[in-house]
């Protein structure tokens, strides 16, 4: 039986604020995947430019919204923190799932900035938790390598 060691408690903590973090980003994608598909009016409270950046040619990719690769991003990343919050097998698979995540942010971003000119507050919404999850997604995967190094006898990471 291959052993599952577990993760430390502030280790445990982060996964656990991962899980919220993907929590509201997955309730942010839904909500532009559902309107989306309904036709309905995004209010745009805090920026100029929401219908701009939702009605574009890149709010889809081959007809399926952006947000609903948002939703598959945010669900996956949930129900992993949410696993790993006992255990650390596959410990890679967060950091790889946080840097997709992140390139594509930035890839977004950029049109948002320089393309359209216009920005959604959705989307910046969305941006801040795909970095957040990066950032703590990185911050895992090194803090574990640093123990399974030094576990080893090895103090290089």
């Known amino acids: 039986?291959?052993?599952?060691?577990?993760?430390?408690?502030?280790?445990?903590?982060?996964?656990?604020?991962?899980?919220?973090?993907?929590a509201v980003g997955l309730t942010d994608a839904l909500y532009l995947t559902i309107t989306h598909y309904t036709n309905a009016l995004v209010p745009c409270n805090f920026s100029h430019g929401c219908?701009?950046?939702?009605?574009?040619?890149?709010?889809?990719i081959f007809s399926i919204p952006v947000a609903l690769f948002?939703?598959?991003?945010?669900?996956?990343?949930?129900?992993?923190?949410?696993?790993?919050?006992?255990?650390?097998?596959?410990?890679w698979l967060l950091s790889v799932w946080g840097v997709i995540g992140f390139?594509?942010?930035?890839?977004?971003?950029?049109?948002?900035?320089?393309?359209?000119?216009?920005?959604?507050?959705?989307?910046?919404?969305?941006?801040?938790?795909?970095?957040?999850?990066?950032?703590i997604t990185s911050l895992l995967y090194f803090m574990y390598k640093h123990k399974e190094g030094k576990t080893h006898g090895n103090t290089e990471t």
């Open 1 to 22: 039986m291959p052993s599952t060691k577990r993760w430390p408690n502030h280790n445990s903590a982060l996964l656990w604020l991962l899980a919220a973090i993907s």
């Open 51 to 60: 219908e701009a950046v939702l009605k574009s040619q890149y709010s889809e």
């Open 70 to 91: 948002g939703v598959i991003f945010y669900l996956v990343t949930l129900v992993v923190a949410i696993f790993f919050a006992n255990q650390h097998r596959y410990h």
């Open 103 to 135: 390139i594509s942010t930035l890839y977004l971003l950029y049109i948002q900035a320089f393309v359209l000119h216009a920005f959604c507050q959705y989307c910046l919404l969305s941006a801040l938790t795909s970095t957040l999850t990066f950032i």
